[in-house]
Each structure stands twice: as structure tokens, then as C-alpha cells.
């Protein structure tokens, strides 16, 4: 259900959403394409300019930037974002601009992108409020990239709703020592990297232009069970080729 300042719709925005959501913008760039970025309150330089580059060349193809407002990684990928792309998923109600030091940023959000709450008006955040703030900002893109976290980190938090939701994750390659959250990541193979940020932008268009049924259908991940009704035994002939993987009863397009 959404709902704004002056009257009360029903709106479909994610299949398990039993709560209200309230909105400021534009709530049609909830049919767009989304991915969501999150990241670390202070990324080194390294990774605001690749979180920038990223976020930017991404929502000139036509795809949304969705991420929580907070300072560093998430201002940096809303900011980037081509004439506000973008959907921010705040902690509190949305006559509250927090954080402050964010208050113009949010204002352009909410003039030219969109800004979402779970929270009614006056409603501040609170431990709990971030934490489901998270998780909305997870669950609205068809993937998840961490740019930079530390180990115990709110991204960290984030990574494993994306777990939870069958969403792949991808992360930055960082010098050892730093961003010691993804480096985690990496090693635990929870996470693709991403190496060359040409050929992984470039990825996503050339899905878009695919005119191939299972790989469509398998884009955004399908359980496999789901995928053999529809397909039979192509499904096993496309995995052998390498043109859809299997990660945990889950297909994907390899694309």
C-alpha cells in the first residue's frame, strides 16, 4: 500500500509488502530496471569514484539506483545518478530530511527521483528503522553491489537479506586490508567481483536486448522447478552450454 500527505492508493510494490509505504516523487520509476548500491559511511577514494562511475553509467541505460540516503556510498550512488535516477529508501518519516547533512540531496530526490518510508510522518529513526530500511533497499533491486564494507557492517547486514532473497551480490576488488567486509565476501565465494566495470555495465543492456525466452525468464533468477515446468529439459541443455547457472535451486541467465 502507498500512501502520500494528501490521499491513500493501493500500489503493488513488492509481493510480500503487508505494510504501508509511504512516498514522496516519482513512484513510476518503480517499473524501471532497479539496482540497489549500499557501502560504507566513509569509502576511501578509490571507492567513491568507482561507486560514482558505476551508479551514473548504470542509470544512463535506463536503470534506477535504489539505496538508503545515509552519508558516503549511498549519497555518492544517489547523487551520480543521471537527472536523479534514483529511489531512497529513508529510516524515518518523510518530513524528516536525515541525515541532515544529506537534507538537500533527499529534497532533489524527492523533486525529481523518488523517496520511500515504511514510517508514517514525525516518526524519527531508530535502531529497527534502519534495519528494515535495509532490507526494502535489498528487496526492490534485481541485485545487490557492495562497494565497501567493513566486517559487522550495516552492508554486511544487507548482504545477507540478499542471501535470503536468492540475489546475486557483486563487490569492488580492493587492495588487501582494505574494505575487510567484501574481501570476506570474496573469499567465502558469496559474491562475484566485479574486475571490468565496461564489460559488467555493458552486461545489463545486452540483457535487455536478448530475445531468447528461457534467458529472459531466467534473468532475475527462477526456482529451477518452476523453470522445468515451463521449459523441460532445455533448462538442463542451457546449463550445460553455460548459458544459465544454478546457484542454490535457483537459475540465472549467464549473460
Not at 513488492?14 to 530496471?33: H, I, T, V
Not at 544459465?244 to 540465472?252: L, R, T
Amino acid at each position: 500500500m502507498f500512501l502520500d500527505s494528501n490521499n491513500i492508493k493501493e500500489f503493488e510494490i513488492l509481493e510480500k509488502a503487508s505494510f504501508p509505504l509511504f512516498y514522496l516523487g516519482n513512484k513510476s520509476l518503480l517499473q524501471n530496471r532497479k539496482i540497489s548500491i549500499v557501502g560504507s559511511r566513509r569509502p576511501n577514494a578509490y571507492t567513491k569514484a568507482l561507486t560514482h562511475e558505476l551508479a551514473s553509467k548504470l542509470s544512463l541505460r535506463g536503470i534506477t539506483i535504489v539505496s538508503g540516503a545515509a552519508m558516503g556510498v549511498d549519497a555518492i550512488a544517489h547523487k551520480a545518478t543521471s537527472n536523479f535516477n534514483t529511489i531512497a529508501v529513508m529510516a524515518n518519516g518523510l518530513d524528516i530530511h536525515y541525515p541532515a547533512v544529506n537534507k538537500k540531496l533527499i529534497q532533489n530526490i524527492e523533486n525529481k527521483g523518488l523517496c520511500l518510508s515504511s514510517y508514517a510522518y514525525k516518526e524519527k529513526a531508530r535502531a529497527y528503522t534502519f534495519v528494515q530500511r535495509n532490507e526494502l533497499v535489498v528487496a526492490l533491486g534485481e541485485i545487490l553491489i557492495i562497494t565497501q564494507a567493513d566486517l559487522n557492517s550495516g552492508s554486511l547486514r544487507s548482504f545477507a537479506y540478499a542471501k535470503q532473497q536468492n540475489k546475486t551480490v557483486y563487490v569492488l576488488p580492493h587492495r588487501l586490508g582494505e574494505s575487510l567486509g567484501t574481501q570476506a565476501l570474496i573469499k567465502n565465494q558469496e559474491a562475484k567481483v566485479i574486475y571490468d566495470l565496461e564489460s559488467f555495465v555493458n552486461s545489463f543492456k545486452a540483457l535487455e536486448e536478448c530475445k531468447d525466452d528461457i534467458l529472459l525468464f531466467c534473468k532475475y533468477g527462477r526456482d529451477i522447478n518452476l523453470a522445468l515446468e515451463r521449459f523441460g529439459n532445455k533448462i538442463y541443455e542451457y546449463e550445460l552450454e553455460g548459458k544459465i547457472y544454478n546457484k542454490n535451486g535457483i537459475v540465472y541467465a549467464n549473460l
